[in-house]
Structures are given as C-alpha cells and as structure tokens.
C-alpha cells in the first residue's frame, strides 16, 4: 500500500516570499503525484501531476514541483507568493487509475 | 462545463434520520468516489466505483451505502446518521485508462448531525 506524509501542517509567509511545502510518499511500485489546492469554502482543483517523463512539473499559476525517486519526494515550491494563495494544499499518490491516496493537507497562509 | 455536482450544500439533521447526499459528473467518468475531510486527518475515502453496478469500500465505509445504478450518478446513503459522521463531504471522479489524471471534485457537502 501507498502512503503520503506532508511534513508541515501549517505554513506562514510573507507576501513576495518563496515557499516549500513538503511532502513525501512511499510506495513499493511505481506512482503518479499529484497537488490539489483547497481555497476557503470550495472543493479541491487539482494544481499539478507527475505522470512520466520531465520530473520538474509546473502550474499556470506559478507553481512547480520535482519529482525525486531517490528521496522519494515530491515537494510544491513558488518562488514568490501572493495573498491570493492562502489555502490548503494535498499531496496525493496513486499507483494507476482510480484511487488516490491523500496527505493530511498543508495550511499555506501569506501575510501582507 | 465539466464538472462535479454535489447537493446539499450544507445539511443539518437529527441522529438516526436517513439522509441522501446526491452527485453527478458530465463528463463519462468511470471512477467515483466519496470522501471525507475532517480537520488533521485530510481526505479519507469512505466508497468508490470503478463502473456502474460496481462499487467497492474504501478507508472508512463504516455508516454510509452508496449505489451506482447510472454512470453519471452516485449518490451517498446514510441510512442512520450519528453525530460523529458529521464531517465535510466530497465526491470525485477521474476516467480510467493507461494513465491517471487526477480527480474533478465536487464543491462539497457540509453534514451536520446533532
């Protein structure tokens, strides 16, 4: 079975800052990644995947994540943040179609 | 617009009151499923279906039924509700074939049992 592990619940930033959120899986076959972003009193809208291929992916809005098999991350970065991206992020693995496996979630909030 | 159509939004009910969350995607996904998010625990999954007349239990099915009787549709059944089901609700679907692409969620269902 697959598990995912975000490492840090809540996340606090300054507006223009850059930000990590962690997360890491593990897992004995191969995976698809995935980032889902939760904004206050709405579903989750999936943000970024890691299929194949390219390890670094990106999102329209700026976002990107690497894939690392070695370590077996795949950790959410932006280089510079804005209000507008206060949210809870899920990290989430699946070994093929269907089922996905969800982190606890990561509280992002950017301070003016 | 594809998407993923949840109802109620926001449900307050007694214990023991049979209550019926309905979904509905438009875009022929073969795989639905329901969630449940509760603070500090993420997203556990409760059912999924991986085609109709084919349903299967997730995490934490325990307390809910669900049905699938028409592709585009799957609803949740609690047939007799307590207090600690009461949680925020998602449905998503994603199709199946050679890859994953990621879930399409629903905006949700906030249950409220008392």
């Known amino acids: 079975a697959q598990s995912v592990t975000q490492l840090d619940s809540q996340v606090p930033v300054f507006e223009e800052a850059p930000v990590e959120l962690r997360c890491n899986y593990s897992?004995?076959?191969?995976?698809?990644l995935f980032w889902y972003v939760q904004y206050p009193n709405q579903g989750l809208q999936l943000l970024l995947k890691?299929?194949?291929?390219?390890?670094l992916v990106k999102s329209i809005n700026g976002f990107e994540a690497e894939f690392n098999k070695s370590q077996t991350s795949f950790h959410l970065r932006k280089p510079s943040v804005h209000i507008s991206d206060t949210a809870e992020y899920f990290c989430?693995?699946?070994?093929?179609?269907?089922?996905?496996?969800f982190g606890d979630g990561t509280t992002l909030t950017v301070k003016p | 617009e594809a998407q993923v159509t949840q109802n109620p939004r926001y449900l307050i009910t007694v214990t023991g009151k049979k209550l019926t969350v309905t979904c509905s995607q438009n875009?022929?996904?073969?795989?639905m499923s329901w969630y449940r998010q509760d603070p500090g625990l993420g997203l556990r999954q409760i059912y999924y279906?991986?085609?109709?007349?084919?349903?299967d239990k997730g995490d934490v099915p325990e307390g809910y039924k669900v049905s699938r009787k028409e592709k585009r549709n799957f609803p949740l059944i609690l047939e007799s509700p307590s207090p600690n089901q009461t949680s925020l609700y998602f449905c998503?679907?994603?199709?199946?074939?050679?890859?994953?692409?990621?879930?399409?969620f629903g905006s949700g269902t906030r249950l409220t049992v008392v």
């Open positions: 989430a693995v699946s070994v093929g179609a269907g089922k996905s496996t």
């Open positions: 998503a679907s994603t199709p199946l074939g050679d890859s994953n692409y990621g879930y399409t």
């Open positions: 890691y299929l194949s291929g390219s390890t």
């Open positions: 875009m022929n996904h073969e795989y």
């Open positions: 897992s004995s076959v191969s995976v698809y």
């Open positions: 279906s991986m085609n109709v007349e084919v349903t």
